[in-house]
């Protein structure tokens, strides 16, 4: 089993910056691919950052110059870097990870408010 543990989200003002952080524990050789999906109230849960094991990143259009997603393999943690927020990221963030047996984890989600 693997436990995603989650924090960093918050309330910020728009144009302000939030550093989410996602730990993965359990049993755990190597975590191909980890990452952030989103859903705001009333929408679909979408895509935020995704990161592979060799660093390639991919990224939403909507947060593209805007986030940044980084991980620490040697600590199973992946960060999202979030500047410049605008009140539309204002969502619940979930990190996850996914296996090469295509088993995917997910943490709880945090909290994000971007206020006008």
């Known amino acids: 089993q693997v436990q995603l543990v989650e924090s960093g989200g918050g309330l910020v003002q728009a144009g302000g910056s939030l550093r989410l952080s996602c730990a993965a524990s359990?049993?755990?050789?190597?975590?191909?691919?980890m990452g952030w999906y989103r859903q705001a109230p009333g929408k679909l849960r979408e895509l935020v950052a995704t990161?592979?094991?060799?660093?390639?990143?991919k990224y939403a259009d909507s947060v593209k110059g805007r986030f940044t997603v980084s991980r620490d393999s040697a600590k199973n943690t992946v960060y999202l870097q979030m500047n410049s927020l605008k009140t539309e990221d204002t969502a619940l963030y979930y990190c996850?990870?996914?296996?090469?047996?295509?088993?995917?984890?997910w943490g709880q989600g945090t909290q994000v408010t971007v206020s006008s």
């Open positions: 996850y990870v996914l296996f090469n047996s295509a088993s995917v984890y």
């Open positions: 359990g049993t755990i050789f190597s975590i191909p691919t």
């Open positions: 990161i592979t094991s060799a660093r390639g990143t």
